[in-house]
């Protein structure tokens, strides 16, 4: 039975039985689909690994590079890297396909230059291979912070 959360009306369904049998038994899947998921730290041993030279920054006060899921519907990436390649469509690191998107999802992000410019530049990821790409990243760019939660599946939910 697929209930529309706003097909539920607590003070009438609260003490029907029916109600209490089917909350109980979906207890487990409205968990998950609330949950955050543990962060899964790029670059470490049974995690995926950094491409084209790019590292964490490494530094006490900042992120490392970590994503984790919230539910099933939604990504969150965090982190503070230095680049390594800094040309158009480098890839940073590759998502497990459990983290793929259903579409491409791109998002724009901020960062600073060694003359303290801000930058621009755009993170994209793939629905085909799960790649994490950067674009539009001056080549004298010191170092790279993002922090976004975006929808996996690309439907508004």
Do not use: C
Not at 60 to 85: C, N, Q, W, Y
Not at 104 to 124: C, D, L, Q
Request: hydrophobic share 40%; no cysteine.
């Amino acid at each position: 039975m697929i209930i529309n959360a706003n097909q539920i009306d607590v003070k009438t369904n609260v003490n029907d039985p029916n109600f209490n049998i089917w909350l109980e038994s979906n207890l487990t899947i409205i968990r998950e689909l609330l949950s955050e998921g543990p962060w899964n730290k790029v670059g470490e041993v049974g995690q995926p690994a950094f491409q084209n030279s790019w590292a964490n920054e490494g530094l006490a006060h900042s992120e490392d590079m970590a994503f984790r899921k919230h539910g099933i519907h939604h990504l969150e990436i965090i982190g503070h890297i230095v680049p390594g390649t800094t040309a158009d469509g480098t890839v940073l690191f590759y998502l497990p396909e459990l983290y793929w998107p259903y579409k491409r999802i791109n998002v724009a992000g901020t960062s600073h230059n060694p003359t303290s410019k801000t930058v621009f530049y755009g993170i994209e990821i793939s629905e085909v291979d799960g790649a994490v790409t950067v674009h539009g990243l001056p080549s004298n760019t010191d170092d790279v912070s993002m922090h976004f939660i975006v929808n996996l599946d690309n439907n508004g939910a």
